[in-house]
């Protein structure tokens, strides 16, 4: 049966309104909750410091900001690079989790959709999307809102189908789940950088300064098999020899790009 596209917008947001009740500190927990969140999600957070850090800019949105752990790396960032007049602004599509967000960093907190970011075009030098576009019903629609509110900069990080699961999916040892059956649960859709984003962005005006992939690995495998945490030295130098191999290196589960507008782009 065909839903209507306003009332799984309606489902998603209502298990993110549920989720950010039922988590205590999600974000905290997925970068740092143990050892393996550390390698997959902790990698993840410090490529998008270290891109950051490559770059200037006077002002910041974080599409999908959650309880707002990336705006507050990123304002302390600031500060220490006496950027003293940053201004931030952090958008989501679950009011409860900007409730904690509030308590958590200072700037503008926004409900909305990143379908229809509620912003003028060229608002923001820098726009950060981080794990957002699996999430949401037309990844296309939303990356376009971030080209259309970013002035200079898009951050933008998705999360790849890792090697192991590419090639187990491939071989109809995966099962395949409907995203659609338990909306909001898990990805809607599947994205990489090289086949997906940068398509996109060179469509829209944008140029890639910088991409990175790795992380091939399957964490949540890894996790229920309490896989001994000293294995992850080898897992990240085999990630390395990986990232080297042309057919493979894009079968990375930490995708992460920058791109920069070329030029104003009509987006009628």
Same mark, same amino acid.
């Given at each position: 049966?065909?839903?209507?596209?306003?009332?799984?917008?309606?489902?998603?947001?209502?298990?993110?309104?549920?989720?950010?009740?039922?988590?205590?500190?999600?974000?905290?927990?997925?970068?740092?909750?143990?050892?393996?969140?550390?390698?997959?999600?902790?990698?993840?957070?410090?490529?998008?410091?270290?891109?950051?850090?490559?770059?200037?800019?006077?002002?910041?949105?974080?599409?999908?900001?959650?309880?707002?752990?990336?705006?507050?790396?990123?304002?302390k960032?600031a500060?220490?690079?006496k950027?003293?007049?940053?201004?931030?602004?952090?958008?989501?599509?679950?009011?409860?989790?900007? +409730?904690?967000?509030?308590?958590?960093c200072?700037?503008?907190?926004v409900?909305?959709?990143?379908?229809?970011?509620?912003?003028?075009?060229?608002?923001?030098?820098?726009?950060?999307?981080?794990e957002?576009?699996?999430?949401?019903?037309?990844?296309?629609?939303?990356?376009?809102?971030?080209?259309?509110?970013?002035?200079?900069?898009? +951050?933008?990080?998705?999360?790849?189908?890792?090697?192991?699961?590419?090639?187990?999916?491939?071989?109809?040892?995966?099962?395949?789940?409907d995203?659609?059956?338990?909306?909001?649960h898990?990805?809607?859709?599947?994205?990489r950088i090289?086949?997906?984003?940068?398509?996109?962005?060179?469509?829209?005006?944008?140029?890639?300064?910088?991409?990175?992939?790795?992380?091939?690995?399957?964490?949540?495998?890894?996790?229920k098999?309490?896989?001994?945490?000293?294995?992850?030295?080898?897992?990240?130098?085999v990630d390395?020899?990986?990232?080297?191999?042309?057919?493979?290196?894009?079968?990375?589960?930490?995708?992460?790009?920058?791109?920069?507008?070329k030029?104003?782009?009509?987006?009628?």
């Amino acid at each position: 049966m065909c839903v209507p596209k306003m009332a799984l917008i309606k489902k998603i947001r209502e298990y993110y309104e549920r989720e950010a009740l039922e988590l205590k500190n999600h974000q905290k927990e997925m970068y740092f909750g143990n050892p393996w969140n550390t390698y997959w999600h902790g990698t993840r957070l410090r490529e998008i410091l270290r891109m950051a850090k490559t770059i200037s800019f006077n002002s910041f949105l974080d599409v999908g900001c959650a309880e707002g752990y990336h705006i507050k790396l990123l304002e302390k960032l600031a500060n220490r690079a006496k950027n003293e007049g940053l201004y931030i602004v952090g958008v989501d599509i679950a009011r409860n989790y900007l +409730l904690k967000a509030k308590k958590r960093c200072n700037g503008l907190l926004v409900v909305g959709d990143a379908h229809k970011l509620p912003f003028k075009e060229n608002s923001f030098e820098l726009v950060l999307c981080s794990e957002v576009l699996e999430h949401v019903l037309h990844p296309q629609q939303a990356f376009k809102e971030l080209v259309r509110t970013s002035r200079k900069f898009i +951050l933008l990080t998705v999360a790849g189908e890792n090697l192991f699961y590419y090639f187990t999916k491939k071989l109809g040892l995966a099962k395949v789940k409907d995203p659609f059956t338990k909306i909001g649960h898990g990805h809607i859709h599947e994205a990489r950088i090289a086949e997906t984003i940068i398509p996109w962005a060179l469509g829209a005006e944008c140029e890639p300064v910088e991409s990175i992939v790795t992380c091939y690995f399957p964490l949540a495998f890894l996790q229920k098999h309490k896989t001994p945490t000293f294995f992850i030295s080898v897992i990240k130098f085999v990630d390395k020899i990986i990232n080297k191999l042309p057919v493979l290196r894009e079968l990375g589960a930490v995708q992460i790009v920058l791109l920069q507008k070329k030029k104003a782009y009509n987006f009628k």
